[in-house]
C-alpha cells in the first residue's frame, strides 16, 4: 500500500555532490520512520542514514557521517539525502526504506525494513 521511488542517482567524480529524492504514495503516515540503505555488488546492504517524522532525531553510518545529510518534507512524503565529498566506495545501488511501526529507532537493520523503494544507481569515479 505504500510506494516508495527513488530518483536522483547518477555518476558524477569524486569529491562531488548529489541529492536523491524518495517520494512515498499510497498509505503512508507522517510518522514513518524512513531511511537509505546501500548495496554495492557482492556486499550486503547497509543502512546509510535513517530520520524520524519530526526530522529532529538522525543516525548517520559512520562511513558517511559528516559527508551526507539527511532530512525528509513531511507535507509533501519526500525524504531527501544529500551527498557531499563523494568517494568511489559511495558507489553502490541506493534503496528508500520506510517503517510505519517506529517513530524513531536508534538502530535500523535492512531485515526490520517494511516499505523499500526500487533504488537509484550512483556510481563514483576517481
Known amino acids: 500500500q505504500v510506494q516508495l521511488v527513488e530518483s536522483g542517482g547518477g555518476s558524477v567524480q569524486a569529491g562531488g555532490s548529489l541529492r536523491l529524492s524518495c517520494h512515498a504514495s499510497?498509505?503512508?503516515?507522517?510518522?514513518?520512520?524512513m531511511g537509505w540503505f546501500r548495496q554495492a555488488p557482492g556486499k550486503e546492504r547497509e543502512g546509510v542514514a535513517h530520520?524520524?517524522?519530526?526530522?529532529?532525531?538522525?543516525y548517520y553510518s559512520d562511513s558517511v557521517k559528516g559527508r551526507f545529510t539527511i532530512s525528509r518534507d513531511i507535507n509533501r512524503n519526500t525524504l531527501y539525502l544529500q551527498m557531499n565529498s563523494l568517494k568511489p566506495e559511495d558507489t553502490a545501488m541506493y534503496y528508500c526504506?520506510?517503517?510505519?511501526?517506529?517513530?524513531?529507532?536508534?538502530?535500523?537493520?535492512?531485515?526490520?525494513?517494511?516499505?523499500w523503494g526500487q533504488g537509484t544507481q550512483v556510481t563514483v569515479s576517481s
Open positions: 499510497g498509505y503512508t503516515h507522517s510518522w514513518m520512520l
Open positions: 526504506a520506510a517503517d510505519s511501526s517506529h517513530a524513531w529507532r536508534p538502530w535500523w537493520n535492512q531485515g526490520d525494513v517494511e516499505h
Open positions: 530520520i524520524d517524522y519530526t526530522g529532529v532525531q538522525s
